[in-house]
């Protein structure tokens, strides 16, 4: 058993699932947070007698040989209790009554976009073959981008003759394959594919990595699925930091790292500061993982008596230069049960007409609870809405507590177009804005969700766990394959089979 030395920077899923798998094997971990409550974006807040998810309300991965499955059955914890979201989601274009309904049988899905979306169905066909070939390749764990020669050749012993097929398809996206099928002038189709990629890459259909969007569309269905956790998304992490202190790692909360020291042998140090007692102190480590958007990471590298490398400045240089991302806007109401109307699917997506302040692609995400399932008092349920907004707005506003108010105004004047809001129906809201989520979950400017699923940042070209910097690897939504609890376990897994694989 090795004695290796291990620091994980932020107990979001990412770190957590990575300091878990290396605590049990055997590695000694210690995971430093600077939120009150380990999960990140994953985590909740309670008010009032309500639970509510702060960000994520969905997870992928929790059937048999899903991700979040793997990695539980490994750790020898319980997986969350959850029910499948079915639809996944109900979206709503502006004008329709009628939600096109993604639903997880394949059949009823197939019936469904084949009603909503006439003439396209060979375009989703191509898209039900690049997930089945994706989704076995990414199952058979491979290192994506790789750096190293081992990665290289976990890559090649993940590649099967139909992972060939998605080659000719790596630097296409969504806009250029409707095209390919005639379908550049469906506005309603397009529409529908920008609002479901916006959640799931943080661009639309036009930016969108083809290979990246089969895999986010198609998980929705059987035999995989989108999963709402019984309790809270809380769950989640609270499985992962029981399996981490089982094997004798821990978790320091309220500690932020504010700085990663550099020597000649790669990163080295942490400078960690105890929000409980003030005092800030170095600690050493064999290797440090990072689980902070890759934006937070360059920031905190300190070079100690020795200059950055070629590589390193590259690095810099390629985050410096990374599109602006998104930040988001969430509403969280507390409402009577009466005001969700009945047969009220749990997820949502309403896409506007009408102009407003809110928004960068006028819709909102709503996630709803169900009676019994842990959010809400008996007789109560938990509305949880979001938008993707430009965190510039925030960061530079004159009266930040006044736009706050005018969003949150908004948004519930917009769903009060379905759900019955009233002064009466509606007992407690509260609001979260970039800079609410800077301060809770430490991300730069409060951007979430990762860098974006374009070509130029997806699967093969995106940022590798292994960083340019020896014994430093990164965790998160900013790696392979992307945003979402699934995919920062990937990445998570990832780097502890890279840190296992070098020879101390
Ligand atoms: C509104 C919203 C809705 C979403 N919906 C879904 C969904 O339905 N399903 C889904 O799967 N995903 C969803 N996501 C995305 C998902 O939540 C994230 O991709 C994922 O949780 C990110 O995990 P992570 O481990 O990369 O990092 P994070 O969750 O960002 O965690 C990073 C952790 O690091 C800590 N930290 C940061 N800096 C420091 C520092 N200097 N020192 C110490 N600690 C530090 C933070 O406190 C935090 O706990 C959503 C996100 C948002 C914002």
Redesign the pocket.
Known sequence: MTQSRIIV?????????AGALLAKRGYQVRV????I???????TFKRRGFTF????????GLEPGGIHQRIFSELGVELPKATYCDPACAVYLPGESEPISVWRDPERWKAERSRQFPGSERFWQLMAVLFRASWAFQGRDPVLPPRNFWDLSQLIKALRLDTLTTVPFTLMTVGDALRLFGLGQDNRLKKFLDLQLK?YSQVDADETALLYAATALGVSQSPQG?FHLEGS?QVLSDRLVEALEKYGGQLLMR????EINLDSRGASSVV?YSQKTGEIWTETADNIVA???VQ?LTK?LVFQGMQESLGQKLYRQRVAKLPPAS??F?VYLGVKQSAIPAHCPP?LQFLYDWDGEIGENNSL?V?VSRPGDGRAPEGMATI?A?SFTDTEIWSNCEDYLALKERYASEAIARLGQYFHLTPETIVYREA?TPST?TR????DRGI???VGQRIPTFGPFGFATRTPVPHLWL????THP???????SY??LTAVRQIQSFKF
Do not use: W
């Open positions: 920077v932020g107990a979001g899923i990412g770190g957590l699932t430093f947070d600077q939120a409550v380990p999960g990140g974006c994953a985590s998810d702060v960000g994520a309300t969905q997870v992928a959640l989108l998304m500690h932020t790292v504010k960690v689980n902070v958007p937070n905190m930040g988001a969430v997820h995400f996630s949880t979001s979260a989520f809770y979950t430490g991300r979430v969700g990762g965790v998160g939504d900013s992307g945003e979402g609890t699934a995919g920062v990445s998570a």
